[in-house]
């Protein structure tokens, strides 16, 4: 199991570029959230993600960011048009689905199981 | 709304001693509470979590959390520590009316000295 999949680790952007996250949940986890780390705070939630579909995006700044999951492949946080406070560590949590849909003690349960993370430098 | 303060961002202790990384929450409702652990260049991982029962919790590493809540505090403590044991710690909360939103603290740095 290689658990959750994070890439890439490191990821330098000039200013009003593109920067793409990619993130592979552990086997068996259909449940993705992202946090992003601004320098000297805890980690701040930004969304969560099913299989095509987001369940909760209040995280996320309005402007230039989304986040997808596709039916197939890694789930991708995109922010656009990047600027220097932008500059974070983004990491990715993958939970075991609950047969029972949103229920208040599944993933707390189960925990998340994090990725190692994308330290984002934006130049 | 809920938060956490973690007030000690950086605890050196020499290996072998006791160390206690303090946490203190806020919330008006009931919460349950974890500790992550971050080795170096690794992901956060469970170490160990509160959910009901037995005020002390355990991890299978030696660390022990106890929740007080007429401190709101959740400190994790190890009598004595090891070399491997160097990491970021992270406090969090979840509150339990259907969530799954972690509110983390600012994290602890624990450099073990030998």
């Known amino acids: 199991n290689a658990g959750v999949m994070q890439n890439p680790r490191h990821l330098v952007r000039r200013r009003g570029q593109e920067a793409r996250l990619r993130c592979s949940p552990m086997?068996?986890?259909?449940?993705v959230y992202w946090y992003r780390q601004l320098p000297e705070e805890g980690l701040k939630f930004m969304v969560y993600?099913?299989?095509?579909?987001?369940?909760?995006e209040s995280g996320m700044p309005k402007e230039r960011f989304s986040a997808e999951f596709p039916k197939e492949g890694p789930s991708i946080l995109r922010i656009q048009q990047v600027v220097r406070g932008d500059s974070a560590a983004y990491f990715c949590?993958?939970?075991?689905?609950?047969?029972?849909?949103?229920?208040?003690?599944?993933?707390?349960?189960?925990?998340?199981?994090f990725g190692s993370g994308t330290r984002l430098t934006v130049v | 709304a809920q938060s956490v303060t973690q007030l000690d961002s950086q605890v050196p202790v020499f290996e072998e001693a006791p160390v206690e990384l303090r946490c203190n929450y806020s919330s008006s409702v009931s919460v349950y509470l974890f500790w992550y652990v971050q080795y170096p260049n690794q992901g956060l991982q469970l170490l160990l979590k509160y959910l009901s029962g037995s005020t002390l919790v355990e991890s299978i590493n030696g660390f022990e959390a106890e929740f007080n809540k007429s401190q709101t505090s959740f400190h994790l403590r190890k009598p004595s520590v090891h070399i491997s044991d160097t990491a970021e710690y992270f406090c969090a909360v979840s509150v339990l009316s259907g969530t799954y939103k972690y509110i983390f603290g600012t994290g602890t740095r624990l450099k073990v000295l030998a």
């Open positions: 086997k068996g986890h259909s449940h």
């Open positions: 949590a993958s939970s075991h689905p609950d047969a029972s849909g949103l229920s208040p003690t599944s993933t707390i349960n189960y925990g998340y199981t």
């Open positions: 993600l099913q299989k095509e579909n987001i369940i909760d």
